[in-house]
């Protein structure tokens, strides 16, 4: 009970410190974080889209289509606790706390017979709430934090239905094939919330499927395989119909970011840039251990991915999981050949985890290959549970020895992460424009005792608007308008960058006799006001 209890306080600490700080570090928010938001509030008020859809399947954004199930579930917490910033961010601290209990879950199951069961279940909940790659995306609204919370459910139940079976007792014959098809439903229903994840886990959940039915491809398997896959398919009809009614919708993105349908790019050299890219994943100076993601929402720029002790432990890893599949051993009974098939299992996803980001232009991509990271560190469990089983005489002291390694860099990592004067919290700054925009709403508001106007909806910052009035809506409001003239209408108006000369052209021409004053300049807006 007491170890239960252990394993319980790491998590709640770690979603503690996950939320510290979580609406200031980073500041302000990205348009894909206001553009979930907005989606997440409307349905929480109304269930109705921003486009005056009733509960889509997927929502329609500037640009793009969002994936249905981080926006309801952060509906579900604004419908709870209201809407702001908090609830809206807060979503990913719940998924991750999820990620964490799957791990929990994962790590007992799978090592329950092991001695060492207690060191591995602390070693995977300390060194997965303190990775750069978890941590860094487990502050942010983006969806992809959704995918490691249903990913590593479906490896879970997966294991609880293929593996974990054999050892129930025979005499219980009629109570195990009941739960083996509960953990079989278990398994369809998870595959189904990780294709509504993020993008990639379209791609990702069918190579599972084909890992899976490779690996446990004897007909003794067929008939679970169609309960998971039948489970699976019932909640993956609202897909098949969004896509027959929206034709090309859920594939417009990845055609422009992939380079498979460039003409101008030979057969050949796809296959070039696809293994280069493919590569650049396992790469260990430039992605892994040291620079990490070149984009400071995906990362801090600061060390890597992934600490160097989850590294050695991931190689580690490989060498075991190896180890186990490829061993001779006389003993042939069905929970050791299960598990061998688990492993190669494990060994098949590893391999193909990062083919859906090798497939677009961009490498290094940390949220295109988080499903990758997820693996990689389940690997680095094996690896940890590998060292502990040759010098188990002395496990104390190596996992004192290991866990000194996670924090020496943690301390280091979460310096830089919240320091506002030099590290990442200014770093950051930059890449989040939702703070420049909350800055010209607060000048224009502080300037002006009437209406606040934004001008030219069609701006991708027409849902940091909306999302701003959704949050206030007893107080003034930011209206927008298609009108160059509308400091006519109004004492101050925010103006975007790239309409500044279209506007002051129309606003000399159309109101002569009116004076207005730049109140505040960054570059993305300007706010000017009427002076007195």
């Known amino acids: 009970m007491m170890k239960t209890l252990i394993s319980f306080g790491i998590i709640l600490f770690s979603l503690f410190f996950h939320s510290y700080n979580i609406t200031t570090v980073p500041n302000g928010l990205y348009l894909d974080e206001t553009s979930i938001a907005l989606n997440a509030g409307n349905i929480a008020e109304s269930g109705i889209d921003e486009y005056g859809n009733n509960f889509p399947v997927y929502f329609e954004a500037f640009g793009d289509w969002k994936n249905p199930l981080y926006i309801y579930v952060s509906a579900g917490i604004m419908k709870i606790f209201g809407i702001s910033n908090f609830t809206l961010r807060v979503t990913s601290i719940l998924f991750f706390g999820i990620f964490l209990w799957g791990i929990y879950l994962f790590t007992k199951e799978i090592f329950k017979n092991s001695k060492n069961r207690n060191c591995l279940l602390y070693f995977s909940l300390i060194s997965a709430s303190v990775t750069p790659w978890f941590f860094t995306l487990s502050r942010i609204s983006f969806e992809v934090i959704s995918q490691i919370s249903t990913g590593i459910f479906v490896l879970y139940f997966l294991y609880k239905y293929y593996v974990s079976d054999i050892e129930e007792s025979v005499q219980n014959n009629i109570q195990k094939k009941k739960e083996s098809n509960i953990f079989g439903i278990l398994s369809g229903v998870s595959f189904a919330l990780f294709l509504y994840s993020y993008s990639t886990s379209k791609l990702i959940a069918f190579g599972i499927l084909f890992a899976l039915f490779f690996s446990f491809y004897e007909k003794k398997y067929w008939k679970k395989h169609r309960v998971v896959f039948f489970s699976f398919f019932i909640l993956f ?59 400071m929402r995906h990362s801090t720029g600061f060390m890597g991915q992934i600490f160097f002790a989850t590294f050695i432990f991931f190689i580690l890893g490989i060498y075991k999981i190896l180890s186990d599949i490829f061993r001779n051993t006389n003993n042939t009974n069905n929970k050791n050949i299960e598990i061998k098939k688990y492993k190669l299992f494990l060994l098949i996803l590893l391999l193909g985890a990062p083919i859906s980001a090798s497939l677009t232009t961009d490498f290094h991509h940390s949220l295109r290959l988080l499903f990758f990271g997820m693996i990689l560190f389940i690997f680095s469990i094996f690896g940890f549970a590998l060292l502990l089983e040759k010098y188990g005489n002395n496990k104390k002291n190596i996992f004192l020895g290991v866990m000194f390694m996670v924090f020496f860099q943690s301390y280091f990592y979460f310096s830089d992460y919240f320091d506002k004067n030099s590290g990442y919290a200014k770093r950051a700054i930059p890449w989040f424009d939702g703070n420049k925009f909350e800055e010209h709403i607060q000048i224009s508001i502080s300037e002006s005792g009437d209406k606040v106007l934004f001008e030219n909806p069609n701006n991708p910052f027409y849902a940091n608007v909306n999302f701003y009035n959704l949050q206030h809506k007893n107080e003034k409001s930011v209206i927008m308008t298609k009108k160059y003239s509308i400091i006519s209408d109004a004492k101050c108006v925010i103006v975007p960058q790239k309409n500044i000369q279209e506007f002051q052209k129309n606003f000399n021409k159309k109101s002569k006799k009116k004076n207005i004053v730049l109140k505040f300049k960054t570059s993305l807006f300007s706010t000017y006001c009427k002076s007195l």
């Open 237 to 295: 009809l609202p897909y098949l119909y969004f896509s027959y009614s929206h034709a090309g919708a859920l594939t417009a993105r990845f055609e422009l970011l992939t380079y498979l349908y460039n003409p101008n790019i030979e057969i050949f050299d796809k296959f070039i840039i696809f293994f280069k890219n493919y590569f650049s994943s396992y790469d260990i100076s430039n992605f892994l251990l040291f620079e990490g993601d070149k984009n």
